[in-house]
């Protein structure tokens, strides 16, 4: 795991000391990994859906402070949203609800993306394709 330097916005901290929706999810509908091969830090994201809707979300991560507050607040994201809505959530919308990251931590808001990705992927691929 790289070392990380701030500054930090409260939303990464809070996110950070109270990650939200941390767990396996018994019974998850699909999930989605999001890796980044450089530094090794990784997250599992587990959906639960209905219709097309996400409607519950939780992850395990292995990263650094921006890679845990990404993570936690891509499951707020995710949560109420169309697996449409969902595909479009960018690494930027990510990093924006959390206030902010420092340019050389943008990429660890690549990994809650590349983790919807996935999910959904594997989600709408036919069964036995997984
Ligand atoms: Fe790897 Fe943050 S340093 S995701």
Redo the contacts with the bound molecule.
């Keep these: 795991?790289?070392m990380?330097a701030g500054p930090w916005s409260e939303q990464v901290m809070d996110h950070f000391m109270n990650p939200r929706n941390l767990g396996e999810m018994e019974g998850a509908d699909s999930f989605g990994i999001g890796g980044?091969i450089l530094?090794?830090?990784s997250m599992i994201l587990f959906l639960r859906i209905r219709g097309d809707v996400i409607v519950d979300a939780s992850f395990l991560v292995q990263?650094?402070v921006?890679?845990i507050a990404s993570s936690s607040v891509t499951t707020e994201l995710v949560k109420g949203k169309t697996l449409e809505e969902a595909k479009r959530i960018l690494p930027e919308d990510i990093s924006n609800a959390l206030g902010g990251l420092p340019e050389h931590?943008m990429?660890?808001s690549v990994?809650g993306a590349a983790a919807i990705g996935d999910a959904v992927r594997r989600y709408e691929e036919p069964r036995g394709a997984q």
């Design positions: 795991m790289e990380c980044d530094c090794g830090d990263g650094c921006a890679a931590k990429h660890c990994l």
